[in-house]
Structures are given as structure tokens and as C-alpha cells.
């Protein structure tokens, strides 16, 4: 049973100029769909596009072209201030680096009511309520309300992060990255307060990350990036068990487990070469330098996203070919 | 970039000479009509401002002339900064040198002894240089040195004894700001890891200042020599007429106060431009030291 | 087995009625649980508050600033009030000065030339006159010298020195039937003066003269002895005006120079560097924050303004627009915005990029509240710093501008202009010198200090240190 998509993407892409002819294609001609309380996992190496994607859903970036439909109203255009307003009622982003995302100079209770300031959301009566209440949510404690962020680790303030993000009750959460600076420890606790709260709330996540054994824990689907393009799209169960795609294959082979003896017997499918540069990049699948399986037809032309009998949406053209 | 600067600095100059209501030639009741006639006609004084302008522009760029000090008649203003150029840029060079020297020196053991005596001691030294203004320095280094112990000379300009008392006054200042500067560029050295790394290489103590403390701690600094050399060349004007050099400065101060148009004109170009010459000098030099920047 | 503090004798054994357990709530544990909660600001003041160099330097500026508020209201005289009678004063609290009658009329003394009929043509300098000697008691306000008559010669003349080594000033010269003069040019207190008197003749002036040693009483005009006291009376004694830091080459009082010259010099010392700042701030902060080709642009310009010789241009724009405080300021501001416009621009730069930023947008915050309370909080650390800075170099830079004679104009006073002032008497009159000097060093000193100073607590790396 599917639920309706909260978001549409079509074919979105996102250059970023570096010289007079020369163009970072960051996300390059993307098409899926967000659905409504699912959890959606983001995955692929530094530099593959992912959190440019998660930012150009939430609007801090322009898109150079393409469409991205949220809850059936087209925002791909820039928002004016009073769209802004209402959209981040509806959309809000988790950031990555506790350290930097929290203004060292704003008390805690600020910073979590800085949205619902913004928007007009609480009452003035209703504001140290709130904030006391979202503190509680989180893990926190209402005391900490006036203290200042540098009096708190990392696992709490990605707490003050996410409560901050949630106070404005939003539909759709970005995730950039939450755990990925936090201690193994920690992000256990993070991700499990993520997961009760989407439960609670009927949240929607994408979920970006490069942790894939905790990404096929969280999601329900994933999508694994590579170099600006989606890959391989599917449940997590079936691209973490049953990866089609050559560079799937390749990430989840190289992910270790915590089982000696399973490690020793494992075959890996490694894969040659550095990560190519995503600046003014050749035609034809983005893969094709460093594929075991590479062809001819892999040099000069794009694949097409391919469905396999399973749901899997795979783009290669040793999938393509076979139809 | 750089001659752009120029450019706007001479035509900048030009204008605000010309601003001042009144022909400069007028003020010279000495003259006779016959040459104010002359000279009116070689400078175009009598012409429209642009073509002023333009041969103003031509005969400094394409012919090196600077034109003729209008206070002290036919004396060409080349003339001028050729025959005093040598005291000027002697005494800039030795007080930069010392400077220099001295600055980096006293940073290094500073830094090296961190706390320590030798660091408060250079501390205190660094910010009253930064805090004394060279004239009173001067005046100060004068009474002490030349009236009172009688071992250097008061003022003139001949030997090397003469030009110790100025040096320093000048350069105490950037010695000061160097020193600061080094110390601080040393400590942060200190703590990236590079320099734990050669430690746990076992080079000696010595082989790791100087290899890698010194080395690493110059670089930040090296980019303050421009507009430290700034400091000194217009330092120089105070000093030079303290100390009775007959160099550059003492003439530029003295055009100011005459309104000696051609003059300030003349040298103020000639100042900008070799003080853009020093930031290009300084910045070709950054590169052959800091492989970093040769990339770029 | 390691002995720890706790087991120093081996027989501690905590129990567990020792330990009770504590709840979050707990008020009375905030401050034993955790550090207070202290905001940036707070924490960076503290900090600051330990450095004791800083706080003295800012207690400095504070007492300077007031000391040049009220002492000049409260000294009653004008820092260009001149005594010419009372110059190159030593520091005192009033001197007894005798006031004179003010009725003294000189009556030049004349004698009969004795030509002598006999006597051969002179062939050489003329005998000095003999028996030089003061007439009455010699004042400052004038002394009056009589000698003995020499015959057949052109006339007298008077030379007057404050050393024995020279010969001295030629006063003036007296015709051959005169045998008295008297000296009332600028005479000062406290000084020795010798008096040389020859004859001259178409030879010359007569050698082997005597050195006539005065030493005049400090002595005053009735009238000017009212302009102190209104009842004073001549022939009486009164106090000068006391001159706590003594009087410079016109009489001025050096105390009311200095400081009304501390009120020039500060004001140009905040005043350019707060308003090139302030348009630093702007400029740099529109530049960072919209980043591309505006901020290419508007760099590029302050690369131009920036390389040009800063100095220079202020002495250009001074001798064109004048001298004076406001084209001082002006000039100023107009050379070192760039610098201070380079340095924020940086600091917008690198917390645009901060991720706070990014999530106060995301968050529905307006561009305004944005700045006010995102950016500039953040920035006004670096600006504060740059602040106090500044202000030296200010006042380091109207100094060395007076100095060469441009700067501020007369009757207006500064540091710069008294300290010009002193180094034309330094040799004879070093305190002239000496106190606007020291005047000017330790303010850029304690400027520098507590610049230094909050540069140091403003810096989280040193966050908590101590």
C-alpha cells in the first residue's frame, strides 16, 4: 500500500558556475518521489550530491532547472518572503554539524523559538511552554532553556537542533547528515528519538546519510546517489539484500560486518579509480570509468531508470539492454 | 593592478592639485613676466585642462619628466628626487633591514621562551615601540645618544655613525610590529601537528625551529612588508628633518609647506609607485617562498 | 597498589548512606553541578576584568577623557592665553611676582662730548667704556645700565647674552653722547644675563670689554598684575596663576594646552576611526553577504583604495581642502575605510557560510532580523578590536600631520602642535617636549593594551581558559 507522494521532483537539476565554461553539475536530471510518512534514505559517497538535493527540496538552493512539486504546489520558483514563511511550516532541515548550525550567542530557549517567532506560530503567553515542552520532547531538560549551546556535547545540541526543527510542526524533515558527527553511542539515541518521533507525528523523512547498515535500519526506501545521478531506488531491503546496480553492489559489499568469520569468507566486488569530478562531465552513464561491467553503449549515453519485476528502479543499461 | 592604481593615483592627484583656485605661478611676485611667460607656455598652464592633463600624463609615463618645481626655479623635479633619492632609500633600507632582522630575531626567542623572561622582556619592548611615535623616539634617541653621551652624531648625513640614530628611529616601530607578529605566527606553529611530528622523528630541537618553526612562522608575516614599508617611507619625512638628512622626505615636507604644486605632484606619484613596486616585489617573493600560493 | 588522594591512609571506605541521590531539579546545584550560565559576552567580559593591564588602560582613558572635560573649564585661563612676561615656565603653583609702578619713565642720560683738541685720530677700535653698572634694582620688567664715557667714537653698543661664553645679541646701538640704556626686551625670570658694552669707532667695536652680571627681579606691569588679581597694587608682591605643568614659549599654560589638546586628539581619534568603521561595516557586510559579482566588484575597488600610500593621500587632501579637524577627519576616514571594509567583509564571509545562517533561513527569518541578530552580534568582536586599534593610529597620525604642519590650525590646539612646539625648545626647555610626548605615548599605549587585551578575551580559544 502506497501513500501519496508529498513530493515530486522531475527532472531537477542544479549546476553551480566555476568559470566562464565551466559548470559543478551537482544534480543532474533527477525525477522521484518523496511519499507522505515514509522514511526515505539518501545515500552515496562525499561529494555525490546529497545534501545539495536535500537543500534544493528545502529551498536553499535554486534549482538551474527541473520541477519540484510539494504537496501538489509547485515551488520551483524562489520563494517570496510570505511563501517562505508558510513553507517552512511545512518543510524544516535537521543540519549536519551540531557546532556550526547553532548561533553560540543565542540562549537555547531562543534558538528553538527562533521559527515560531518568525512565523507568529506561539502566543507570547504559550513561547517558555512551548520551548519547555520541546526540551522535554527531545531528551533535554527545561532548565536548560537559558543556557547557551556551547555549554552542551554534541548529542545534545543535534537534540536542540532537531526540537528547534520540529517546534515549527512541520510535515517533511530533511535530515542532513544528523549523526554523522556524533559518537557511535550517540547516534543510537539520536536515530531512536528520530524514529519515535516520526511514529508520534506522522513525519515525513528524507534521510541522508552515508552510513548504510544504519540507513537500511531507519528507512523504509533508499536511494543510493552517485556523482549527481540516482542510481538504484528501491525498499531498503531489497537494494541493501538485493543490490542490482554495479556501484549498489560495490558500496554494500565494502560495508563491514561486525562478523569475523562472515568477513573472511565474504567476496567483495571492489571497484577500480577515484570518485570522477562532477565538473562538466562527459556524456553517457557516470559510472562507466571505474564499472567492472562497463560497454560501449556505457560511454555515450545516459541510462535510463529501469524497473525491475521487484519495484526496483535501477538506472544501467545492463538492466535496459535486457528488455 | 598595479598600474591601474597608479594611473588613478596620478590622475587623483592631478585633480586635487588642480582644485586649488589660482595659477601656482601667480604667488611668484619675484618673477619676471618674461619667464612666467615662458615657463606658463612649457607647462600650458594657459591651456585648457584636459590638454593640461594630457601632457601632464604623457610626460610622466612616456618620458619619466615630472616637470619643473615651481619654487625653486628651473630646477626639474627629476632632478630633485635623483640627487636625493640615495639618502632617502639608504636610511629606508637600513631601518627596514634592521627592522627586519631584529623584529624576526626578537619574535623567535620571545615565542621560545614563552612566559619566560626573555618573552616579557621582548613583549614590553614590542609594545612600546608600537606605542612611542618615531618623532618622539627621535628626539628622545637624540638626547640621550648624541647630547648627553656624545657617542653618535646628532644629525647630518655622512657616515655610517649618522645614520644609526635615524635608522632606529624609524624602524623601531616596525621592529615592534614584527616582533608581535612573529611571536604569535611561532606559537600557532607550534601547536599544528607537523611539528610533533618532526619531534617524534627525533630531530633535535634545534634542527626543528629552524626547519619548520621558523620557516612556517615567517609566511603570515611576510605579508605585512608591504605596508610596513609604507610606515617607513612616510616615517621618513619626520625623521629626515629631525635628524638633517637631506634626503626625499625633508623635501617633500617642505613642497607641502611652499604649495610647491609640481613637486608634490612629482614625488607623490613617485612615492605611490615605488611603494606599489615594493607590494609587487613583496608578493613575487611570498610566492617563491610559500609553495601554496604558486598555484594560484 | 597506587595510592590516590582519597586512600591516602589506606582506610577509606565510603558507605552508601554517604551518597544521596540528587534530582535534576534541584535549584540549590546550579552552581556546584555545572559552571553558571554565562552568556559570550559575559564570559569574554570576565575575562577581560582579569587582565589587569587592560582594565588600567581603560581606567586611563576614562580619567584622561574626564581630566580633559573639566580642567579646562576649571583652570581661569584659556589654553591660548599668553604671558608672554611668564614663558618657558618650570611647573609651579604660582610664583611671587613684584608688581611694579608702572610709572618708571627711562631718562636717557647724555654728556657733553669732551672733543680734545689735541688728541691724534683714532687709528684703532675705540677703549671699552668702563665702570658698566646698573642703575637701581634690575626687573624683569626692565634694566636700566650706566657707564663712563669714551671720547671720539661713533657711538655705544649693547650686547646682551644668557651665557659667558658668547658675546651675545647686539641690542641696540646708543649714539656717542649717551651713557645709559635701557633694556626692556622680553626679559624672563630666572635668568642670568651679561651685558657687554663697546664703543665703536669706523674700526670696529673695543675688545677687552667687561661682563656687566644681572640678575633681574621677576617683576610686572600694573597692568598685567590686574589681569591676575584685580586689586593688585604696585609696588606690592602677588602670586602668578599657578601653571601646575609650567608654560611653553609664549607663556600659554601647558596644562590647559595638554588637555584641551587631549580633547582634539581623542575626538579625531574616535571620531575617524568609528565612522570609517561604521561605513566599513556596511560596505564589507553588503559585499560578504551577497557574495558574486557585487562582491568582486566592490572588493575590487577596495583593493585600489587600500594599496594607495595612505599618508600620502592625507597630505594631498590636507593641502587641498585645507587644514582643520574636519577635513582631518575626512581625510582619514576617506583612507582607511578600506582596510576595516576588507577585514569585515572577511568575517561576513565566513558566517555566512555558518550553518545558523542557513537554518535561520530555513526557519522563515527575515533578512533584517537575519543581520541584527545572527550577523552582527557575531561580528561585533572583531569590530570592537578593531575599534580600539584604530583609535592609536588616529592619533598617531593628526600628531605626525601637526607635526610637519599640516593637521589642526592655530588658535586650536592638539598634541601633535605642542609637541612641534616642544621640539623647537628641546634642547634648552626639555619638559616642553617631554610631557606632550609622554602624553601622546601612553595613551596610544593604553589603546594598544586594552586592544590587546580584548583581542585576547574576545577569543573563544581561550574560552574558560585562565
Redesign the interface.
Given at each position: 500500500m502506497r501513500n501519496k507522494p508529498i513530493v515530486k521532483v522531475q527532472n531537477l537539476t542544479k549546476k553551480f558556475r566555476l568559470g566562464r565554461k565551466v559548470f559543478l553539475h551537482a544534480v543532474d536530471d533527477l525525477s522521484f518521489e518523496i511519499n507522505e510518512t515514509e522514511i526515505l534514505g539518501l545515500v552515496g559517497e562525499s561529494g555525490c550530491g546529497k545534501s545539495t538535493l536535500g537543500r534544493l527540496i528545502i529551498k536553499l538552493h535554486e534549482p538551474t532547472s527541473g520541477k519540484i512539486d510539494f504537496n501538489g504546489t509547485d515551488v520551483s520558483h524562489k520563494l517570496s518572503m510570505a511563501e517562505r514563511r508558510k513553507f517552512s511550516r511545512d518543510v524544516q532541515l535537521i543540519f549536519q554539524d551540531p557546532y556550526s548550525s547553532l548561533n553560540p550567542r543565542m540562549t537555547v530557549k531562543d534558538i528553538i523559538a527562533e521559527g515560531p517567532d518568525s512565523c507568529g506560530l506561539w502566543k507570547s503567553e504559550e513561547r517558555e511552554k512551548k520551548v519547555a515542552f520541546w526540551l522535554e520532547r527531545v531528551g533535554l531538560h527545561a532548565s536548560h532553556a537559558s543556557r547557551y549551546p556551547h555549554e552542551f556535547s554534541g548529542g545534545q545540541r543535534q537534540r536542540i537542533g532537531i526540537a528547534r526543527a520540529l517546534a515549527l510542526e512541520p510535515r517533511l524533515v530533511i535530515c542532513d547528515e544528523p549523526i554523522s558527527a556524533l559518537d557511535v553511542s550517540v547516534q543510537a539515541q539520536i536515530v531512536n528519538l528520530l524514529k519515535e518521533l516520526q511514529r508520534e507525528r506522522d513525519l515525513t523523512y528524507l534521510f541522508i546519510a552515508h552510513d548504510l547498515s544504519m540507513v537500511r535500519i531507519i528507512c523504509d526506501r533508499m536511494a543510493v546517489m552517485y556523482l549527481g545521478k540516482i542510481v538504484e531506488l528501491g525498499t531498503s531491503a531489497q537494494v541493501y539484500d538485493n543490490p542490482q546496480h554495479p556501484y549498489t553492489k560495490a558500496l554494500v559489499s565494502s560495508n563491514p560486518i561486525p562478523d569475523p568469520e562472515f568477513e573472511q569468507k565474504r567476496t567483495r566486488s571492489l571497484i577500480q579509480g577515484e570518485i570522477g569530478s562532477p565538473v562538466n562531465p562527459k556524456p553517457g552513464c557516470r559510472f562507466a570509468p571505474r564499472c567492472p561491467h562497463v560497454m560501449d553503449i556505457c560511454r555515450t549515453t545516459d541510462p535510463v531508470d529501469t524497473k525491475t519485476e521487484a519495484g526496483q528502479v535501477v538506472a544501467c543499461h545492463l538492466f535496459s539492454q535486457k528488455k | 593592478?598595479?598600474v591601474?592604481?597608479l594611473y588613478?593615483?596620478a590622475t587623483?592627484?592631478f585633480i586635487?592639485?588642480h582644485?586649488?583656485p589660482g595659477n601656482p605661478l601667480q604667488q611668484e611676485k619675484a618673477m619676471s613676466a618674461v619667464i612666467r611667460q615662458n615657463l606658463e607656455e612649457k607647462y600650458g598652464l594657459n591651456k585648457p585642462l584636459l590638454q593640461q592633463y594630457t601632457t601632464y600624463m604623457s610626460n610622466m609615463f612616456l618620458k619619466a619628466d615630472f616637470g619643473i618645481s615651481f619654487k625653486q626655479v628651473n630646477r626639474p623635479v627629476n632632478k630633485i628626487i635623483a640627487e636625493h633619492f640615495m639618502p632617502s632609500a639608504t636610511l629606508g633600507v637600513m631601518a627596514l633591514f634592521g627592522a627586519l632582522v631584529f623584529g624576526v630575531i626578537l619574535g623567535v626567542f620571545a615565542a621560545l621562551n614563552r612566559n619566560g623572561i626573555p618573552d616579557m622582556f621582548a613583549m614590553v619592548l614590542a609594545?612600546?615601540g608600537?606605542?612611542?611615535?618615531s618623532?618622539?623616539l627621535a628626539?628622545?634617541l637624540q638626547?640621550i645618544f648624541a647630547?648627553q653621551l656624545g657617542i653618535l652624531p646628532v644629525g647630518g648625513w655622512g657616515g655610517f655613525a649618522e645614520t644609526l640614530l635615524p635608522a632606529m628611529s624609524l624602524g623601531m616601530i616596525v621592529m615592534a610590529s614584527m616582533a608581535r607578529l612573529m611571536r604569535s605566527s611561532m606559537l600557532e606553529v607550534v601547536q599544528q601537528d607537523y611539528m610533533k611530528t618532526a619531534k617524534a622523528k627525533g630531530l633535535s630541537r634545534l634542527q626543528i625551529i629552524l626547519k619548520h618553526q621558523i620557516r612556517n612562522a615567517v609566511l603570515p608575516v611576510m605579508i605585512y612588508f608591504g605596508p610596513l614599508f609604507?610606515t617607513i617611507?612616510?616615517g621618513s619625512?619626520?625623521i629626515e628633518?629631525?635628524f638633517g638628512i637631506p634626503g626625499l622626505g625633508q623635501f617633500f615636507?617642505n613642497a607641502?609647506?611652499e604649495?610647491d604644486y609640481t613637486v608634490?605632484m612629482g614625488l607623490?606619484v613617485f612615492?605611490?609607485g615605488f611603494?606599489?613596486l615594493i607590494?609587487l616585489v613583496n608578493d613575487l617573493l611570498l610566492a617563491v617562498v610559500d609553495p601554496r600560493i604558486r598555484l594560484a | 597498589m597506587n595510592k590516590t588522594a582519597a586512600q591516602n591512609d589506606g582506610n577509606f571506605n565510603p558507605s552508601p548512606d554517604l551518597f544521596v541521590p540528587v534530582s535534576i531539579d534541584d535549584q540549590s546545584l546550579d552552581g556546584i553541578l555545572g559552571r553558571p550560565s554565562i552568556s559570550y559576552w559575559q564570559d569574554a567580559w570576565m575575562r577581560l576584568r582579569r587582565n589587569k593591564t587592560a582594565i588600567v588602560s581603560a581606567l586611563y582613558i576614562v580619567v584622561l577623557s574626564l581630566c580633559a572635560i573639566i580642567i579646562p573649564m576649571s583652570l581661569d585661563y584659556s589654553h591660548d592665553q599668553q604671558e608672554i612676561w611668564n614663558k618657558h615656565s618650570p611647573p609651579s603653583f604660582g610664583e611671587d611676582v613684584y608688581v611694579d609702578s608702572g610709572d618708571y619713565v627711562f631718562q636717557p642720560k647724555t654728556t657733553e662730548q669732551v672733543i680734545d683738541e689735541s688728541a691724534e685720530a683714532a687709528i684703532d677700535v675705540p677703549a671699552s667704556p668702563k665702570n658698566v653698572r646698573v642703575v637701581g634694582e634690575p626687573r624683569t620688567t626692565g634694566i636700566e645700565i650706566e657707564w663712563d664715557q669714551v671720547s671720539g667714537i661713533d657711538g655705544y653698543r649693547v650686547y646682551r647674552s644668557i651665557s659667558t661664553d658668547t658675546l651675545g645679541i647686539p641690542l641696540d646701538d646708543v649714539p656717542a653722547d649717551r651713557i645709559n640704556y635701557f633694556d626692556t626686551s622680553s626679559l624672563s625670570k630666572g635668568v642670568t644675563y651679561y651685558y657687554v658694552i663697546t664703543a665703536f669707532n669706523m674700526f670696529g667695536d673695543s675688545m677687552d670689554t667687561e661682563i656687566l652680571t644681572v640678575k633681574p627681579r621677576f617683576a610686572i606691569q600694573p597692568d598685567v598684575a590686574r589681569a591676575i588679581d584685580p586689586n593688585a597694587q604696585p609696588g606690592s608682591i602677588i602670586k602668578t596663576k599657578a601653571h601646575y605643568l609650567g608654560t611653553d614659549y609664549l607663556g600659554r599654560d601647558m596644562l590647559a594646552r595638554i588637555m584641551i589638546g587631549a580633547r582634539v586628539s581623542l575626538f579625531i581619534g574616535f571620531a575617524a576611526p568609528i565612522l570609517y568603521i561604521l561605513f566599513g561595516i556596511i560596505y564589507g557586510s553588503v559585499s560578504g553577504y551577497f557574495g558574486g559579482l557585487v562582491d568582486d566588484l566592490m572588493m575590487r575597488i577596495t583593493d585600489i583604495v587600500a594599496t594607495v600610500p595612505e599618508l600620502l593621500v592625507i597630505i594631498i587632501l590636507q593641502v587641498v581642502l585645507g587644514n582643520g579637524v574636519t577635513t582631518l577627519i575626512i581625510a582619514l576616514v576617506a583612507v582607511s575605510w578600506a582596510r576595516s571594509a576588507r577585514q569585515i567583509r572577511g568575517e561576513v564571509l565566513r558566517l555566512r557560510e555558518m550553518e545558523f545562517v542557513h537554518a535561520a533561513k530555513v526557519l522563515g527569518t527575515g533578512f533584517f532580523t537575519i543581520v541584527a541578530r545572527h550577523l552582527l552580534p557575531n561580528v561585533m568582536g572583531t569590530v570592537l578590536v578593531l575599534l580600539t586599534l584604530a583609535v592609536p593610529s588616529a592619533i598617531f597620525t593628526e600628531a605626525f600631520l601637526s607635526f610637519i604642519g599640516l593637521g589642526i590650525e592655530p588658535p586650536m590646539t592638539s598634541w601633535g602642535i605642542v609637541t612641534k612646539e616642544g621640539a623647537a625648545v628641546f634642547v634648552t626647555y626639555p619638559l616642553e617636549l617631554l610631557i606632550p610626548s609622554l602624553m601622546i605615548c601612553l595613551t596610544m599605549l593604553a589603546f594598544n593594551l586594552l586592544g590587546d587585551g580584548l583581542r585576547d578575551a574576545l577569543d573563544p580559544k581561550l574560552r574558560g581558559a585562565k
Open positions: - | 593592478m598595479a591601474v592604481t588613478l593615483v587623483a592627484t586635487l592639485m582644485a586649488v609594545v612600546l608600537v606605542s612611542i611615535p618623532f618622539c628626539y628622545f638626547h647630547l609604507a617611507t612616510t619625512f619626520v628633518s629631525i615636507v607641502v609647506n604649495l608634490i607623490t612615492y605611490s611603494t606599489i607590494i | -
